[in-house]
T-cell receptor
Framework: DAGVIQSPRHEVTEMGQEVTLRCKPISGHDYLFWYRQTMMRGLELLIYFNNNVPIDDSGMPEDRFSAKMPNASFSTLKIQPSEPRDSAVYFC????????????????FGSGTRLTVV | GQQVMQIPQYQHVQEGEDFTTYCNSSTTLSNIQWYKQRPGGHPVFLIQLVKSGEVKKQKRLTFQFGEAKKNSSLHITATQTTDVGTYFCAGKRGAGSYQLTFGKGTKLSVIP
């Protein structure tokens, strides 16, 4: 398996523009998570899905953020309109529910999208 | 809400010295996981601890989960330059919870 695939790797956009980040989880994983990482706040959970259904979006900072998972192999995180304070690295991660108590399994993270809003 | 505190924030060691990072939760955890993130990289899973008082080893790395399941530690023996990176602990609250709360991490620098 190629792992969790995120695109684009880097995104530079102007304030006010719409940004869409994409994620392909590992095949067979039934949980998908979106995290944001900044120096100040560390890794923050934004939203997570189970079997394509959003379970908890309490970490989504504002209505400008939205996430979808139309099928088991694809998810998007959209920011509209973007602001400079949204600049961060956005990670997607996936996991398999049957591994929840297995010592050898955790989340698999993608390589991230580094977003810069100018 | 649940908070996971990690100390120290930074650690600089001479190659060959030992290193320990500590993790404390404000609430009892069901599981705790440890991740390593290399500079410019993404978090990579190391291990998950589930049982109270559990100790697990991976070569030079030793992981412990406290008896009360509210704290954990990662100890590296005889650090190498390949150990450089940020080490994160991440806790799960409920028995069936899939949601991880990450600590801020400990950034390890190894001086050759």
């Amino acid at each position: 398996d190629a792992g969790v695939i995120q695109s684009p790797r880097h995104e530079v956009t102007e304030m006010g523009q719409e940004v869409t980040l994409r994620c392909k989880p590992i095949s067979g994983h039934d949980y998908l998570f979106w995290y944001r990482q900044t120096m100040m706040r560390g890794l923050e959970l934004l939203i997570y899905f189970n079997n394509n259904v959003p379970i908890d979006d309490s970490g989504m900072p504002e209505d400008r953020f939205s996430a979808k998972m139309p099928n088991a192999s694809f998810s998007t995180l959209k920011i509209q309109p973007s602001e400079p304070r949204d600049s961060a690295v956005y990670f997607c991660a996936s996991s398999f529910s049957s591994h929840v108590t297995d010592s050898n399994y955790g989340y698999t993270f993608g390589s991230g999208t580094r977003l810069t809003v100018v | 809400g649940q908070q996971v505190m990690q100390i120290p924030q930074y650690q600089h060691v001479q190659e060959g010295e030992d290193f320990t990072t500590y993790c404390n939760s404000s609430t009892t955890l069901s599981n705790i996981q440890w991740y390593k993130q290399r500079p410019g990289g993404h978090p990579v899973f190391l291990i998950q601890l589930v049982k109270s008082g559990e100790v697990k080893k991976q070569k030079r790395l030793t992981f412990q989960f406290g008896e009360a399941k509210k704290n954990s530690s990662l100890h590296i023996t005889a650090t190498q330059t390949t150990d450089v990176g940020t080490y994160f602990c991440a806790g799960k609250r409920g028995a069936g919870s899939y949601q991880l709360t990450f600590g801020k991490g400990t950034k390890l620098s190894v001086i050759p």
